[in-house]
């Protein structure tokens, strides 16, 4: 009898899932939740008693009549084909819908119609759009309601006669509600195992009707009928997308099962709950009438127990055996928890080894070490620990001595630090202390001497492989140490969640676990000498971030947590590995503080270029890991990271830019590229109309000026302005052409000092050389391609003007030379300007 109660105990306590529970205090409206639906974006919707609820993995936004609904009790989601989403209020009995891309809250413009073929207690359960007409079914409606476009009613009621399900016309996933007996097969099967009364069902296919009634569920399959009897009455019923049957049950949980009826999965023993979903995740979603929502992050991990553990262990049978930190030890055997050893002392030190040698598992409680399954104890001893090496060497340890368990001798420690972990590394036994690596050579225990500091820091725990000849060592501040030839550390640096390491578990010659108090960490080391890492926390789905111990037994890895047994298959790591994000989208666009329509187009003026763009990418397992990538496309060729949802652009330059963002989960991104094309508008005087404007202002007011001043009273004036003006337009015409000595000769004007007449013949003066030239002097200047930079001040001289270094009364000096300037022609030295 006592037997039956220590296992009826521990079966109690098998396997069930992690839930994370949403509540009023996480920000949802009501602890009385109805339904849920994923809609196109990713949120999770919730309808409540007290409205709407849509959930983005970090925050709840919930909706009630003050945003458009027609009443705050909402029971059910109905989506569309088309992308909208139709809801019922219960106390108005109105429909409505919303879009999935949201845009607001819609009312049914034949609510009136459809609210007079409703009783009061009247639930709409079913709602379907086909060709503009509306089919209603339910609880407390007969049959189907149908409306169409135009508000004409159809209404399709079952009578007194039984009549089969395919002439009653309805239709694959319909939900409906009768008082008769509605059938397809054997017309009595239903009648003997249901009352023929009060019947609701709806149909998964043309081969398959689920019906429901009091405590029974009924199923049809292919004209074979399968009974669900419960002592509690279901609740909600809903076909999965995993072509399975969701049951809810009043204060009896949610279970899932297969269409013939077999028991798939239990959940939530004892809650009302109302619906399920899974998630574009893999996450379970429940909903319930009184606790709120529950949420499976990862199916395929279960928790044993609450209690904390501190050591795991397994035998060559692959019974997993457990450590408590209260100082209890169990054993997990065919799927039972079975306490082995109950602690009197309830002292936290607890521990549990295999010793192949002798097929023994040995136990640290209580100050005594035993066997766990004869309970021989072999020694009275405080320690700290147990440690089984190669050899049939078992050893525990404390302070101030190492026991060998075989031979019950003991070695002194002559050493201050305290002994964390020993073990067999190359015929010599290592130590981790707090104060770093020791070794024991003989009779004596020496530090290892190195020139890494690695090995000066507290070492808590040492695995080997002794295949590779290869110490991994759990540090406190380092990390993962690997102690081999060489010596290197594997830190949060390269991807730990962690530097401090509780534990460290060798899986095989390339993976080795680390145990930390911020989750799990394999590490897998490759071909090439270098190494990945892939984490597991609470965020994946387990019971607690503080691991203290792993063990793998078969294909399953057990974790030994602050909060309980937790296991999963070796899989899910795997899947983690290629996890990414499925939904992005643009959540809202801000410019200066002021939110935007982001689904128009942008033109903005050149003050308004401080903007944010506020990004939402759907995870619910891991929100937190999300990074985004984003850049303008115009001025970023690369791409710039970010764990921020909002981006912002503090300054940006007027111009056309284009927006690009995507979001990334654990290096893998999304295909999905967010786009958003903007324009800054320059300012007006950086407008090329305004600099048009301008040149012609400028020009109108030059025009002005030398027309009343210049050109009326300062003509010497204007020409030099004019000289100045076609010398600059005309700056690369600087050659003249002359024929000299029977030649043609190139001069660059640029050169040219001054012409002197010789009667028919001129001599051109330049700085090198004279060329005589047939020509007279009056026809000098109209032949060269500068004439305004030449003046005439002799009746035998042209002089070039920019080639003038002086002049006085009636001369000039050109390259030092003094030119006389003739009676007649002295006013034109004035026009000279040095």
Same mark, same amino acid.
Not at 342 to 358: G, H, I, R, W
Not at 625 to 642: F, P
Not at 755 to 780: A, W
């Given at each position: 009898? *006592?037997?039956?109660?220590?296992?009826?105990?521990?079966?109690?306590?098998?396997?069930?899932?992690?839930?994370?529970?949403?509540?009023?205090?996480?920000?949802?409206?009501?602890?009385?939740?109805?339904?849920?639906?994923?809609?196109?974006?990713?949120?999770?919707?919730?309808?409540?008693?007290?409205?709407?609820?849509?959930?983005?993995?970090?925050?709840?936004?919930?909706?009630?009549?003050?945003?458009?609904?027609?009443?705050?009790?909402?029971?059910?989601?109905?989506?569309?084909?088309?992308?909208?989403?139709?809801?019922?209020?219960?106390?108005?009995?109105?429909?409505?819908?919303?879009?999935?891309?949201?845009?607001?809250?819609?009312?049914?413009?034949?609510?009136?119609?459809?609210?007079?073929?409703?009783?009061?207690?009247?639930?709409?359960?079913?709602?379907?759009?086909?060709?503009?007409?509306?089919?209603?079914?339910?609880?407390?409606?007969?049959?189907?309601?149908?409306?169409?476009?135009?508000?004409?009613?159809?209404?399709?009621?079952?009578?007194?006669?039984?009549?089969?399900?395919?002439?009653?016309?309805?239709?694959?996933?319909?939900?409906?509600?009768?008082?008769? #007996?509605?059938?397809?097969?054997?017309?009595?099967?239903?009648?003997?195992?249901?009352?023929?009364?009060?019947?609701?069902?709806?149909?998964?296919?043309?081969?398959?009707?689920?019906?429901?009634?009091? =405590?029974?569920?009924?199923?049809?399959?292919?004209?074979?009928?399968?009974?669900?009897?419960?002592?509690?009455?279901?609740?909600?019923?809903?076909?999965?997308?995993?072509?399975?049957?969701?049951?809810?049950?009043?204060?009896?949980?949610?279970?899932?099962?297969?269409?013939?009826?077999?028991?798939?999965?239990?959940?939530?023993?004892?809650?009302? *709950?109302?619906? !399920?979903?899974?998630?574009?995740?893999?996450?379970?979603?429940?909903?319930?009438?009184?606790? %709120?929502?529950?949420?499976?992050?990862?199916?395929?991990?279960?928790?044993?127990?609450?209690?904390?553990?501190?050591? #795991?262990?397994?035998?060559?049978?692959?019974?997993?055996?457990?450590?408590?930190?209260? %100082?209890?030890? @169990?054993?997990?055997?065919?799927?039972?928890?079975?306490?082995?050893?109950?602690?009197?002392?309830?002292?936290?030190?607890?521990?549990?080894?295999?010793?192949?040698?002798?097929?023994?598992?040995?136990?640290?409680?209580?100050? /005594?070490?035993?066997?766990?399954?004869?309970?021989?104890?072999?020694? @009275?001893?405080? +320690?700290?620990? #147990?440690? !089984?090496?190669?050899? /049939?060497? @078992?050893?525990?340890?404390?302070?101030?001595?190492?026991?060998?368990? =075989?031979?019950?001798?003991?070695?002194?420690?002559?050493?201050?630090?305290?002994?964390?972990?020993?073990?067999?590394?190359?015929?010599?036994?290592?130590?981790?202390?707090?104060?770093?690596?020791?070794?024991?050579?003989?009779?004596?225990?020496?530090?290892? /001497?190195?020139?890494?500091?690695?090995?000066?820091?507290?070492?808590?725990?040492?695995?080997?492989?002794?295949?590779?000849?290869?110490?991994?060592? +759990?540090?406190?501040?380092?990390?993962?140490?690997?102690?081999?030839?060489?010596?290197?550390?594997?830190?949060?640096?390269?991807?730990?969640?962690?530097?401090?390491?509780?534990?460290?578990?060798?899986?095989? &010659?390339?993976?080795? $676990?680390?145990?930390?108090?911020?989750?799990?960490?394999?590490?897998?080391?490759?071909?090439?000498?270098?190494?990945?890492?892939?984490? #597991?926390?609470?965020?994946?789905?387990?019971?607690?971030?503080?691991?203290?111990?792993?063990?793998?037994?078969? &294909?399953?890895? $057990?974790?030994?947590?602050?909060?309980?047994?937790?296991?999963?298959?070796?899989?899910?790591?795997?899947?983690?590995?290629?996890?990414?994000?499925?939904?992005?989208?643009?959540?809202?666009?801000?410019?200066? %503080?002021?939110?935007?329509?982001?689904?128009?187009?942008?033109?903005?003026?050149?003050?308004?270029?401080?903007?944010?763009?506020?990004?939402?990418?759907?995870?619910?397992?891991?929100?937190?890991?999300?990074?985004?990538?984003?850049?303008?496309?115009?001025?970023?060729?690369? $791409?710039?990271?970010?764990?921020?949802?909002?981006?912002?652009?503090?300054?940006?330059?007027? %111009?056309?830019?284009?927006?690009?963002?995507?979001?990334?989960?654990?290096?893998?991104?999304?295909?999905?590229?967010?786009?958003?094309?903007?324009?800054?508008?320059?300012? !007006? $005087?950086?407008?090329?109309?305004?600099?048009?404007?301008?040149?012609?202002?400028?020009?109108?007011?030059?025009?002005?000026?030398?027309?009343?001043?210049?050109?009326?009273?300062? /003509?010497?004036?204007?020409?030099?302005?004019?000289?100045?003006?076609?010398?600059?337009?005309?700056?690369?015409?600087?050659?003249?052409?002359?024929?000299?000595?029977?030649?043609?000769?190139?001069?660059?004007?640029?050169?040219?000092?001054?012409?002197?007449?010789?009667?028919?013949?001129?001599?051109?003066?330049?700085? &090198?050389?004279?060329?005589?030239?047939?020509?007279?002097?009056?026809?000098?200047?109209?032949?060269?391609?500068?004439?305004?930079?030449?003046?005439?001040?002799?009746?035998?001289?042209?002089?070039?003007?920019?080639? *003038?270094?002086?002049?006085?009364?009636?001369?000039?000096?050109?390259?030092?030379?003094?030119?006389?300037?003739?009676?007649?022609?002295?006013?034109?030295?004035?026009?000279?300007?040095?």
């Amino acid at each position: 009898m *006592v037997l039956l109660l220590i296992f009826y105990c521990f079966l109690s306590k098998a396997q069930s899932y992690v839930y994370q529970n949403f509540s009023i205090d996480d920000g949802l409206p009501s602890s009385e939740v109805y339904d849920v639906y994923q809609d196109k974006l990713g949120y999770v919707w919730f309808a409540t008693d007290k409205g709407l609820s849509r959930y983005n993995g970090y925050e709840f936004k919930n909706y009630t009549v003050e945003d458009g609904l027609p009443g705050n009790t909402i029971l059910k989601f109905y989506p569309q084909k088309n992308g909208q989403v139709w809801c019922y209020d219960f106390h108005s009995q109105k429909l409505f819908y919303f879009n999935e891309i949201f845009d607001g809250f819609y009312s049914y413009e034949h609510n009136d119609i459809l609210k007079k073929q409703l009783y009061k207690s009247s639930i709409i359960k079913s709602v379907r759009i086909t060709e503009g007409k509306l089919h209603i079914g339910g609880y407390r409606v007969n049959g189907l309601i149908v409306i169409d476009k135009n508000g004409n009613l159809n209404s399709k009621y079952v009578g007194t006669d039984v009549k089969p399900i395919k002439t009653f016309g309805i239709e694959k996933g319909t939900f409906f509600s009768t008082q008769y #007996l509605l059938t397809d097969t054997d017309l009595h099967s239903i009648k003997r195992i249901l009352p023929a009364h009060n019947i609701h069902g709806f149909l998964v296919n043309d081969h398959i009707h689920v019906f429901m009634a009091n =405590h029974e569920v009924y199923i049809q399959n292919n004209q074979t009928n399968y009974l669900i009897k419960t002592k509690k009455s279901p609740i909600g019923i809903k076909q999965t997308k995993q072509g399975s049957l969701f049951v809810g049950y009043r204060h009896g949980g949610a279970k899932l099962y297969d269409f013939q009826g077999n028991l798939l999965n239990t959940f939530l023993p004892n809650k009302s *709950v109302s619906n !399920f979903l899974i998630d574009h995740e893999g996450g379970y979603w429940f909903t319930t009438i009184n606790s %709120g929502v529950f949420y499976v992050k990862n199916i395929g991990i279960k928790n044993y127990t609450t209690s904390k553990i501190t050591s #795991l262990t397994k035998n060559k049978d692959n019974d997993l055996f457990i450590g408590f930190y209260n %100082g209890n030890i @169990a054993r997990k055997k065919h799927h039972i928890i079975e306490n082995l050893y109950t602690s009197k002392l309830k002292f936290p030190s607890t521990a549990v080894e295999y010793d192949m040698n002798t097929d023994r598992v040995y136990g640290l409680s209580d100050n /005594k070490i035993m066997d766990v399954l004869t309970k021989e104890v072999f020694v @009275a001893l405080y +320690a700290n620990n #147990l440690s !089984f090496t190669k050899h /049939k060497r @078992a050893f525990a340890f404390n302070r101030s001595v190492i026991f060998n368990i =075989h031979d019950s001798t003991e070695i002194p420690v002559n050493i201050v630090p305290s002994i964390q972990d020993l073990v067999w590394f190359k015929d010599k036994m290592l130590l981790a202390t707090s104060e770093g690596l020791f070794v024991k050579k003989q009779d004596s225990i020496l530090k290892i /001497k190195s020139e890494s500091e690695k090995l000066n820091v507290r070492l808590d725990n040492i695995a080997v492989n002794e295949k590779t000849n290869t110490a991994y060592i +759990a540090s406190q501040g380092l990390g993962v140490i690997v102690y081999s030839d060489t010596i290197f550390n594997i830190s949060k640096k390269n991807g730990l969640t962690s530097n401090s390491i509780n534990e460290v578990y060798v899986e095989n &010659d390339s993976v080795v $676990w680390a145990c930390t108090n911020s989750g799990l960490n394999k590490i897998i080391f490759h071909k090439d000498a270098t190494s990945s890492i892939i984490t #597991l926390t609470k965020d994946d789905g387990l019971v607690s971030n503080e691991i203290e111990d792993v063990e793998i037994v078969s &294909d399953t890895i $057990w974790i030994g947590t602050a909060k309980g047994l937790c296991f999963f298959p070796s899989r899910i790591v795997e899947q983690k590995e290629v996890m990414g994000v499925d939904y992005i989208s643009l959540n809202s666009l801000s410019v200066k %503080g002021k939110r935007k329509d982001s689904n128009n187009r942008l033109r903005l003026s050149y003050g308004e270029n401080d903007i944010s763009f506020r990004l939402q990418a759907i995870s619910f397992k891991h929100s937190e890991d999300v990074v985004y990538k984003y850049r303008l496309k115009e001025i970023d060729q690369s $791409w710039k990271e970010t764990k921020n949802r909002t981006i912002t652009f503090p300054s940006l330059e007027p %111009g056309r830019y284009t927006f690009e963002a995507k979001a990334c989960l654990f290096n893998n991104c999304n295909d999905k590229v967010i786009t958003k094309e903007f324009i800054i508008i320059p300012p !007006f $005087w950086q407008t090329s109309w305004f600099y048009l404007i301008c040149v012609l202002l400028c020009i109108g007011l030059v025009y002005i000026f030398f027309k009343i001043r210049v050109l009326t009273y300062n /003509k010497d004036v204007t020409r030099e302005l004019i000289r100045l003006m076609i010398k600059y337009l005309k700056r690369n015409e600087k050659n003249l052409l002359v024929r000299s000595n029977g030649q043609d000769i190139k001069i660059g004007t640029h050169k040219i000092l001054y012409v002197k007449s010789q009667g028919n013949y001129l001599d051109i003066v330049t700085k &090198d050389q004279t060329f005589t030239i047939r020509c007279k002097i009056s026809d000098f200047v109209n032949k060269t391609p500068d004439p305004l930079e030449y003046l005439r001040i002799h009746k035998s001289y042209i002089i070039r003007i920019d080639q *003038v270094s002086a002049k006085g009364r009636n001369w000039v000096v050109i390259n030092e030379e003094n030119i006389g300037v003739g009676k007649t022609y002295l006013a034109e030295l004035k026009n000279i300007k040095l």
